[in-house]
């Protein structure tokens, strides 16, 4: 653990953080005296009808009456919270609309792989929204409805999800890297009743023709009564066969003079469901609500992110990740963000800094393989491109290694924060993270995020500093799930996230809580390395291994095997032109040694072709593990669930035997 600080906050900070504010008007209605994040912290886990409810009136949350109590239930699983309030998401991130010095510029910025540019104002948001939401309604779609989208990361994805939520139906997206039948196993569960689809995607420099895909899809959904067909490639949906349940085009639809209407519904109303992985069934859906939502998301991107209107926020993601959510959040902070349809590599590893750039973003949000690529292929982004308005940088989707830390300090900006981030789709928001007015150590969290409980417990169900344990939250959070689709009694829900500690959340997380309160991540608990005892995480090896500039990635895991031993191998994949001879293996081995420990040094270190993900990064350590101890693929992963099931492929025949791994 690093001694000192890489990152220490400003006083004089310009302009004055909104959590200094926030501070302010938390002092002043508590009669407290908090001076900086670790007092407002305790304050927000300990007092949450205080600290929530302040929240709600310092964002000037909008609802048909103001609340007269914020948490009525504080039961894990079933928190009851602002009962008695009705308020709608869609009318939150639409209000900055209404002011007058924001109207005309513009809310979403879409930059296509392309080169293509699209700005969306604030004013023609209100009016597409206004007009999609009014065509929903003579569609039928009322309340409870669903509404999907097989859609990339465009404008249109989020005028459509906010015609939905407006008038308070439940929506769901599929990104179209997915075929037709694992984006029916996802969305065809909700039964929806319109899919807006769009004719295809761009992706390292090639446009993706996904028409016949759709007209797969719309015929797996038989509950459809209307389908939208959107231009992103410029192709015309012509339904010859007439496979396309009443297919029409977004600009027939989106073309209309109609003000918004805002459905208010009751706090815990669903707001859209997102899915976990799927990778080995079908993926669950997960609940959210408008409530939850709203004020999740002005406390985190708000205090922790310090959006405000005006604002730009970039954060590389596609419409499978949760992250889009936090994309599509930060209307609901008055700032102006930015869709990019497209790969983050392509043309060359520069590109997201040049996005960033061009749109003048404060905030930019990536995953820790952005700035590897941009370490090995030598590229200073501060130099090279304008980064001066930009003062955050989330990272997210894994642990971000400790020497990625002082890289962004050296070449892409001094006083740039590096705020690396954890949380969950099953809560669509943080667990821990960074914040304006908190430290930063290389190669972790900074804090818990307020409002989250968090601690690591030991098997006990004990507190621990210091030791990695599992990561549980001891108290509700409003973004937890109202529910798992199609789960009628919860009792799914529960054992996801209850069954090992009645009544606390365990997310599955290894973590380690530093003597100086900062939070790391080991990796998942599942996926646990254990030698002769010791528990070891995988972000620790990753952190190693994948800043040797021979190594592009890798991968390990902890196989118990039948005779009672333990085999723990280290996959990499090789960059290009380098073979894996035995100095490199004596170096890696050398590295990990000396930069971790003997423990973390594997039985082998094996190259391979490719690392499997799921679709949203995440490397699948849990998969390779089960093939590695001899189950079936078919019983191990959805290939749809998979970035490349070729790759996965690839581990199950080294399982069997039939592969030499070099």
């Keep these: 653990m690093t001694a000192e600080p890489i990152w220490l906050p400003d006083p004089d900070q310009t302009p004055r953080p909104q959590i200094a504010d926030f501070i302010d008007f938390a002092n002043q209605r508590t009669g407290q005296n908090m001076a900086g994040y670790d007092d407002l912290w305790k304050w927000s886990v300990t007092d949450l009808d205080g600290f929530w409810g302040a929240v709600w009136d310092f964002f000037d949350v909008i609802a048909d009456e103001p609340f007269t109590e914020v948490l009525a239930d504080r039961s894990m699983p079933g928190a009851d919270w ?44 209100r009016r597409q929204v206004g007009s999609v939401a009014a065509w929903l309604r003579e569609q039928g779609v009322e309340q409870g409805d669903r509404i999907v989208g097989y859609l990339p990361n465009t404008h249109h994805t989020l005028i459509a999800f906010l015609a939905s939520a407006s008038v308070g139906a439940i929506w769901s997206a599929c990104a179209q890297d997915y075929a037709a039948e694992g984006a029916g196993t996802k969305l065809g569960q909700l039964e929806p009743k319109v899919l807006f689809a769009a004719d295809g995607y761009l992706w390292n420099g090639q446009a993706f023709d996904r028409r016949d895909q759709v007209a797969d899809l719309a015929n797996r959904m038989p509950s459809l009564r209307a389908v939208v067909g959107v231009g992103n490639l410029g192709e015309e949906f012509i339904d010859e066969h007439g496979q396309i349940t009443n297919l029409t085009a977004w600009d027939d639809i989106a073309s209309g003079n109609a003000e918004p209407e805002f459905a208010r519904v009751d706090f815990d109303t669903p707001l859209w469901v997102l899915y976990s992985s799927g990778t080995t069934g079908i993926p669950k859906g997960i609940v959210h609500s408008h409530g939850g939502v709203v004020i999740d998301h002005l406390r985190l991107l708000g205090l922790h992110l310090d959006i405000r209107p005006g604002d730009r926020f970039f954060w590389y993601t596609n419409t499978n990740w949760m992250m889009w959510n936090l994309v599509a959040s930060a209307l609901v902070g008055g700032a102006t963000t930015v869709c990019f349809d497209g790969s983050p590599l392509y043309p060359g590893p520069g590109r997201l800094w040049e996005i960033a750039a061009d749109t003048k973003a404060n905030v930019l949000g990536v995953s820790p393989g952005i700035f590897l690529a941009g370490m090995k292929a030598g590229i200073e982004p501060g130099k090279q491109f304008d980064l001066s308005a930009l003062r955050t940088i989330g990272a997210t989707g894994a642990p971000v290694p400790a020497h990625c830390f002082p890289w962004v300090r050296d070449f892409v900006g001094e006083r740039v924060q590096l705020a690396s981030t954890s949380g969950g789709t099953d809560v669509v928001s943080g667990f821990a993270g960074s914040a304006p007015n908190a ?170 072709p490719a690392i499997p993900h799921t679709k949203t990064g995440k490397k699948l350590e849990v998969p390779v593990k089960r093939l590695i101890q001899g189950h079936a693929l078919e019983k191990v992963a959805n290939p749809d669930a998979v970035d490349s099931f070729e790759a996965l492929t690839y581990f199950a025949r080294f399982a069997n035997g039939g592969g030499t791994g070099d």
């Design 439 to 608: 430290p930063i150590w290389a190669g972790e969290l900074s804090r818990p995020v307020l409002g989250v409980a968090l601690e690591s417990w030991d098997d006990n169900g004990q507190p621990l500093v210091g030791e990695v344990g599992e990561m549980v939250i001891t108290a509700p959070m409003p973004s937890m799930p109202v529910k798992f689709w199609n789960d009628p009694d919860g009792e799914r829900y529960r054992d996801t996230y209850f069954s090992m500690f009645p009544g606390v959340w365990r997310h599955g997380d290894w973590i380690t809580i530093t003597d100086h309160g900062s939070v790391i991540i080991s990796g998942r608990s599942d996926a646990t390395l254990n030698r002769q005892g010791v528990r070891l995480g995988s972000a620790d090896i990753y952190d190693v291994v994948d800043g040797i500039p021979e190594v592009a990635e890798s991968l390990v895991i902890g196989a118990e095997q039948p005779d009672g031993g333990y085999w723990m191998p280290l996959f990499v994949v090789l960059a290009s032109g380098v073979s894996l001879d035995s100095a490199l293996r004596s170096r890696i081995a050398g590295e990990l040694r000396s930069k971790a420990s003997p423990r973390h040094v594997p039985d082998d270190i094996i190259a391979v």
């Design 82 to 125: 602002f009962p008695g309030t009705r308020l709608n998401y869609a009318e939150h991130a639409l209000r900055s609309g209404l002011d007058d010095k924001l109207a005309d510029e513009p809310a979403i910025i879409t930059i296509k792989e392309s080169g293509e540019r699209h700005e969306t104002t604030w004013r023609e948001l």
